[in-house]
């Protein structure tokens, strides 16, 4: 059982040293990126495609231009920042698409090629240039920061993990513990190594949006109003965007400290 765990452990050290090649632009974190960004920018192109094939484009032509007008201009001040800085290979396998659909949802999300779409709900809170900026510069981080990427790479590594421990010990014990630790595994790894990650890419979209927010030309100081607004405006169900990008005081403060702090760029 100790030799089973030992050989388990040496193993998760080596995954872990091997492949934590990766280094998120504007923050220095090091990652895990097991996929290349061609694996990524191909997995994304197909279900970009499934969601797009089932939703209504938004008939709103004027709310349209004003999403494809922001991501336009963010997209350009980053590229832009990029190549000056020589960093323009981060942004490999993005291609930049900005869609409005037609739904009464407050959410938005970024696929991690690149393609970005806002459900009509959400303008009801991002309601100016400066507020859809905020929006849109959290979702161009998730992309540039390879947040999918990464979080794929976990899983994998933790399933690796979690099909070695378990036939290790089940070789011993018999189905019986095996299932048990199969149980015990999945929690241990969500609360132990996967969700915490989750917040962490929430904290770091948020620092990097800010950041493009500022090359671009964008009132940073709009990304704490509009988080606060999201709170203060909380609708039940119908607020998807919540579900997924927690907000709360603590976050809030964060960013205001981001604010506070933002160093030249």
Same mark, same amino acid.
């Given at each position: 059982m100790k030799?089973?765990?030992?050989?388990?452990?040496?193993l998760a050290a080596l995954?872990?040293?091997?492949?934590s090649c990766g280094v998120v632009s504007f923050t220095g974190r090091k990652q895990i990126l097991l996929f290349s960004d061609s694996e990524i920018a191909s997995l994304s192109d197909q279900s970009y495609?499934? &969601?797009?094939?089932t939703a209504t484009i938004s008939s709103d032509a004027t709310a349209t231009?004003?999403?494809?007008?922001v991501g336009a201009r963010m997209s350009a001040a980053l590229e832009s920042y990029m190549k000056t800085h020589n960093q323009s290979n981060t942004l490999r396998g993005l291609s930049w698409e900005f869609q409005l659909v037609k739904s009464s949802e407050v959410n938005a999300f970024c696929m991690p090629n690149g393609k970005i779409v &806002?459900?009509?709900g959400i303008l009801n809170y991002a309601d100016t240039p400066d507020y859809i900026a905020v929006v849109m510069g959290h979702e161009m981080a998730h992309a540039i920061a390879k947040h999918g990427n990464e979080r794929m790479s976990q899983e994998s590594v933790m399933n690796l993990l979690g099909n070695v421990a378990s036939e290790a010990i089940g070789a011993k014990k018999g189905a019986a513990a095996q299932s048990l630790f199969n149980l015990g595994f999945g929690i241990g790894s969500q609360?132990?190594?996967?969700l915490p990650y989750s917040r962490k890419h929430e904290y770091e979209a948020d620092r990097i949006g800010v950041y493009i927010m500022k090359l671009a030309g964008y009132d940073i100081n709009a990304a704490p109003e509009f988080w606060r607004k999201m709170l203060n405006g909380k609708t039940g169900s119908k607020n998807d965007f919540l579900s997924t990008h927690p907000s709360d005081e603590k976050r809030i403060e964060a960013l205001q400290e981001v604010i506070?702090?933002?160093p030249a760029l």
């Open positions: 030799k089973s765990w030992k050989i388990i452990a040496a995954v872990l040293t091997a492949v495609s499934e &969601f797009m094939s231009r004003s999403l494809k007008k &806002f459900y009509e609360v132990g190594v996967l506070n702090s933002m």
